[in-house]
């Protein structure tokens, strides 16, 4: 399968309006899938709508398209057997620092806000800390190796906790 990117949500998200980033869409798509992996369709598009337009109206056919293709693909990568293979929705490394620093910002405050208000035990508690604090940062980051460096090492550690919090709540179920 074709790897899904950034670029294929930003276009569309901008064409119709939307006013949150891709990547915040895949932090909530991925929260809720740790909640709610067994979901089914038409909770999918109730929760695709709600993220995405509000006002009780629903998401278009082709975007809804669109974002089962992604909910299938983050879905597989996160299951036992994906051999970490899970990737958080981001601008490609041609981008800036900063934006690609933004994004995961966004992925973590919408993967926060996608695991609703549940309780957790004491390792998912700490780690769902790590990525509030990572989604509060709120400082421009430049270009440097260094930075390039340690935004490599955020991301790795964000992938292997939300990896961590879908296995523990499959546990849990």
């Not at 629903?58 to 990737?87: C, G, H, I, K, P």
């Amino acid at each position: 399968m074709r790897k899904i990117q950034y670029s294929d949500f930003q276009d569309v998200f901008l064409v119709s309006g939307i006013a949150i980033s891709p990547s915040e869409l895949h932090g909530l798509m991925t929260g809720f899938m740790c909640v709610n992996p067994d979901s089914s369709q038409q909770q999918r598009e109730v929760a695709y709508s709600d993220w995405l337009i509000g006002d009780g109206e629903r998401a278009d056919a082709e975007l809804v398209q669109r974002l089962d293709n992604l909910f299938e693909a983050t879905l597989t990568e996160l299951e036992e057997f994906s051999d970490f293979q899970f990737r958080i929705l981001m601008p490609d490394d041609d981008s800036s620092i900063d934006a690609r620093s933004q994004a995961l910002k966004s992925f973590c405050a919408g993967f926060l806000s996608g695991l609703g208000s549940r309780h957790f035990d004491e390792q998912v508690t700490e780690a769902l800390t790590d990525l509030e604090r990572i989604a509060a940062l709120r400082e421009e980051v430049g270009e440097s190796e260094e930075n390039e460096s340690d935004l490599f090492e955020i991301v790795e550690f964000v992938r292997v906790s939300v990896l961590f919090i879908f296995t523990e709540n499959a546990r849990r179920r």
